[in-house]
Structure formats: structure tokens, C-alpha cells
């Protein structure tokens, strides 16, 4: 099993910025992608960004040129750093390790952005 605890979510004004971190354990050398998704109410679920075990990284459109995705190899730690931060980013946001074995999410983390 892998189990994934993310932390890092608040309150912040439009324009700002937060990071989010998801820390792994258990089966981490299995794991092949590391995802962050959200889910904002009223809105489908999206996969945001993912970090793969060879280091490629993918985004949504949505957050091109704003998020960025990143790794701590030895604290098994994955990173969202989200800056220029908008309303619609408002939504509870999510850890996804994949594998082998399927996939495994962490509790989620809320960010809201709000003057």
C-alpha cells in the first residue's frame, strides 16, 4: 500500500501564491506517477498535474506558466507550487500516486482564493 498525506492548502487573495506538499509511504519505489487533481464543487474533476518517476511533468491548460510541479526523491515528497492564484483555482485539491497496483489519493487539501 502507499498512503498519501498533502498539506499546504488556506485561504489566499487572487494573485497570490501557495504550495502544496503530498509526503508518500509505504510502497513508494513503486510508484510511477505522482498526480494533483482538484475538485471544485459544481465542477468535474481535474487532473492538474503529474510528475513522473523519470522526472517529466504535464499540466493542464488551465495552470500552464502558473503551477508547478515538483519532487524531493528523499523525503518522498511531492510538490505543487501555485502562484498568480485565481478564484476559479478555488477547489479541494488532491494527491494520486499510480502504479502497478492502480492508484492510491490522499485525504485532500481545500484552497480557497478570495479577497
Known amino acids: 500500500q502507499v498512503q498519501l498525506m498533502e498539506s499546504g492548502g488556506g485561504l489566499v487573495q487572487p494573485g497570490g501564491s501557495l504550495r502544496l506538499s503530498c509526503a508518500a509511504s509505504?510502497?513508494?519505489?513503486?510508484?510511477?506517477?505522482m498526480d494533483w487533481c482538484r475538485q471544485a464543487p459544481g465542477k468535474q474533476h481535474e487532473l492538474v498535474a503529474t510528475i513522473t518517476s523519470d522526472g517529466s511533468t504535464n499540466y493542464a491548460d488551465s495552470v500552464k506558466g502558473r503551477f508547478t510541479i515538483s519532487r524531493d526523491n528523499a523525503k518522498n515528497t511531492v510538490f505543487l507550487q501555485m502562484n498568480t492564484l485565481k478564484p476559479d483555482d478555488t477547489a479541494v485539491y488532491y494527491c494520486?500516486?499510480?502504479?502497478?497496483?492502480?492508484?492510491?489519493w490522499g485525504q485532500g487539501t481545500q484552497v480557497t482564493v478570495s479577497s
Open positions: 509505504g510502497r513508494t519505489p513503486s510508484i510511477n506517477a
Open positions: 494520486r500516486a499510480r502504479g502497478f497496483w492502480g492508484s492510491y
